[in-house]
């Protein structure tokens, strides 16, 4: 298979596992910088700065004209880029990118010049520089009262190593991405919670979160052999909240070979943090590898269903363990994960979908025994469509990782006949920041999966533990258990007191079968009582 990552960082982070990289954690080489910023102790290196070295457009008195403002302007530059080739972002002038990481990580966005941090407005946005990895310029412009104007950069926008870096980031006039701040934990600090940086990838957080999954504007040939298409939010636009608001919105223009994209987010901090995303879409050319709503996370194992190959203290490492789904038809599926060994790619057929998510369902310290990953504060993110989206699948890929530092599990949806050239297309669709499912809360769920050998024999078996059950007669349930290769020897469903559920157990025999796909459904007549279980079993 073709390598599916945006960049190998191995070489630049020798803080990282030095292992092959199949998909680079974006989102954690975010983390890693943003917080290296205010504690590195480094030794300043000698940087040679070009300061004749800046994009031309960059370089002229029209940036700071105000125009008038609204999402049609983004949806209009967004059609009329689509009926031309796409011009290549520009890049940071080569002694930026030349920057080693201890040097750009020592570049820091000054507290005192955020934006809107000295107002009576809720929020506060600060902004990343451009260089070392970073370096496709990106235009920021402010929305206040229906008007827009440019961000600039000023020599005092960044602290700098030395001056010449700051003169030369100043003449740049653009950004490499930004975060959004809002008091989340507590009144008297503004918490960061959402980051834009790298192409479309943003990621955000709830109250009491750490950072985890990313999600993407639009992902483009995921495990294609082709090679996977990276599009790029290239310009945004943030408008100023009253004093009063509670949220906030971003508007993104969309650039990619293959199309382009209006995107607005409506963004609610809080309990849970909430993102509603409209997206309207222009394809230059016919696309049929297209995912809507895409979701990146990690799973390296847990010690239930996928073992670690190598030794490790921690039980579990990953930033989400499952894929849910609620169907057009209202059936709830849940897919554990999976870090195989050759890549895999699933769909689940659908129309009008009305959720998926990629999930984190453990949420205590002991499911990790992680203190500096914090896995147990992951988010989970849910994705709801709000307009209809038709029929399509849900695709879920797990590409093969040693590593935690990569993000190896996708997951978006993905039409039915893709997308025409000529055409435009909306989505939208609410995304929530969540600790789990944040839909029926009060119905069972499945809390662990689990797999072995049926005891006295050589057969395998799997376990699927079901909670909120503390009235059900066993009984009175039935388990529609089915296999795709191979047969279902024995399923059986018996009390589990220690989390008021069920615990339910299916033998097979794969018989000759490298894969088998298993569905399992609890039902109380000929009503499902509990979300459908769904695993790839691949023979070791």
Known sequence: MKELSLRSLCAYLPCLRAKPLLFVRWSFLVSLMINAVNYAQAIEPSIGVDMTAVPESTQTEEVSKEYAFSHQTVINLAQTL????????????????????????KINFQQNQAVWGNTPTKFSVQLFAPGFLFKDLVSIDV??????????????????PNT??????????????????????????????????????????????????????????????????????KQFWIERPSSSQDAIVVHALLDSKSITGAYRFGIYPGKPTRIDVKATLFPREDIEHIG??????????????????????????????????????????????????????????????????????????????????????????????????GAGHVELVEIPSNAETNDNIVAYWQPKEGLKKGQSYSYQYLMTWSNDTPVSLDLPRVVRSAKGVKLFTTRPEVVIDYNKMPDVNVDDLTIDASISNGKILEAIAVKNPHNNGVRVYVSFDPQDASLAELRVQLKQGDSAVAPTWLYRWIKE
Do not use: C
């Not at 689509?82 to 990580?105: C, F, G, H, N, V």
């Not at 929305?143 to 700098?160: K, M, Q, R, Y």
């Not at 980031?169 to 008091?183: C, E, F, T």
């Open 164 to 233: 010449e870096i700051g003169q030369l980031i100043s003449l740049v006039g653009k950004y490499a991405g930004l975060r959004l701040h809002y008091p989340i934990n507590r009144d008297d600090y503004n918490d960061e919670f959402v980051v834009f940086q790298g192409a479309s990838y943003f990621r955000a957080v709830s109250k009491g979160q750490s950072y985890g999954l990313s999600a993407r504007g639009l992902a483009m040939n995921v495990a294609q052999p082709k090679g996977e298409e990276f599009p790029m939010f």
């Open 143 to 160: 929305v206040e009262n229906g008007h827009a104007f440019p961000l600039n950069v000023s020599p005092d926008s960044f602290s700098t």
């Open 292 to 389: 809507i709503a895409p979701l990146t996370s990690m799973f390296m194992h847990n010690s239930a269903l996928d073992a670690s190959d190598v030794l490790d203290y921690r039980p579990a490492v990953h930033d989400s363990d499952g894929l849910q789904i609620l169907t057009g038809k209202n059936e709830m599926l849940w897919r554990p994960l999976n870090n195989p060994k050759t890549l895999e790619v699933s769909a689940f057929s659908d129309a009008s979908p009305k959720g998926f998510g990629l999930i984190q369902r453990q949420r205590s310290f002991e499911d990790y025994q992680d203190l500096e990953a914090s896995y147990h504060t992951r988010p989970s993110a849910w994705i709801k469509p709000i307009n209809d989206w």
């Open 82 to 105: 689509s009926t031309s080739l796409m011009k290549p972002a520009e890049k940071a002038p080569q002694s930026l990118i030349d920057m080693d990481y201890p040097t750009y990580r």
